[in-house]
């Protein structure tokens, strides 16, 4: 079984409704973080967080929310998609800031109509 | 904005060639990482490179970093068809969060 599982793994959704992506891992990491990334391009921070109370803004958070449910939880929500946050997005997590290599989902590809 | 940035984006290269891709960045950092990506799929870390460190090997992989230049170097050896993928590096500065580049996108030809 993979280690961090991301659902769903493709979505279409329209313009104004509220969508959440959602984020497993069985890693035990206690950091994880949430990523976009636009065709031909890298990756660009959202939001992460070191442990279940601590959240921190990215490079890029505005149109998004996150909740930390549990050490092995996170999920990502849109409020109100529009289709600029038509992306493939990405969850990660690593273990400790002594071992800071980051582990990916497979990825969600939303489309927003 | 992106710390690191890649060159070349996109490289062809025969099977058995070597294949190198170069990344710059512009602020001090911890360490450095590059992640491989095939189309579409989640990143793969492939080997870290810490500040006090200059080169470093994993497998057919190999890393050099000069920190008075703020670059990185990776080096593909004796390249296969499966390495097709795109290739990014990432630093790690205070914070500990991770920056990634653009990337470079390797084809290998068999």
């Known amino acids: 079984d993979a280690d961090v599982t991301q659902t769903p793994r493709n979505r279409i959704t329209k313009t104004g409704k509220r969508i959440m992506l959602e984020c497993s891992q069985t890693?035990?990491?206690?950091?994880m973080y949430w990523y976009r990334q636009d065709p031909g391009l890298g990756l660009r921070l959202i939001y992460y967080?070191?442990?279940?109370?601590?959240?921190n803004k990215g490079e890029i958070s505005d149109g998004y929310s996150v909740s930390r449910q549990a050490q092995a939880k996170f999920s990502l929500s849109l409020e109100s998609a529009i289709p600029n946050q038509t992306a493939l997005y990405f969850c990660?997590?690593?273990?400790?800031?002594?071992?800071?290599?980051?582990?990916f989902g497979p990825g969600t590809r939303l489309t927003v109509t | 904005s992106q710390q690191g940035e890649e060159d070349p984006q996109a490289l062809s290269i025969q099977e058995g060639e070597n294949a190198t891709m170069n990344c710059s960045y512009k602020?001090?950092?911890?360490?450095l990482q590059w992640y491989r990506q095939n189309s579409g799929r989640g990143l793969v870390h492939l080997i870290l490179?810490?500040?006090?460190?200059r080169e470093k090997h994993s497998g057919r992989l190999r890393v050099t970093l000069d920190t008075s230049k703020k670059s990185s170097s990776l080096l593909i050896t004796a390249s296969r068809a499966a390495d097709t993928a795109s290739y990014f590096c990432?630093?790690?500065?205070?914070?500990?969060?991770?920056?990634f580049g653009g990337g470079t996108r390797v084809l290998v030809k068999p």
């Open positions: 990660a997590t690593s273990e400790s800031p002594g071992k800071s290599e980051q582990y």
């Open positions: 890693k035990g990491h206690d950091r």
């Open positions: 967080s070191f442990d279940v109370k601590d959240i």
């Open positions: 602020t001090s950092i911890n360490n």
């Open positions: 490179i810490r500040s006090n460190e």
């Open positions: 990432a630093t790690e500065a205070a914070g500990n969060k991770l920056t």
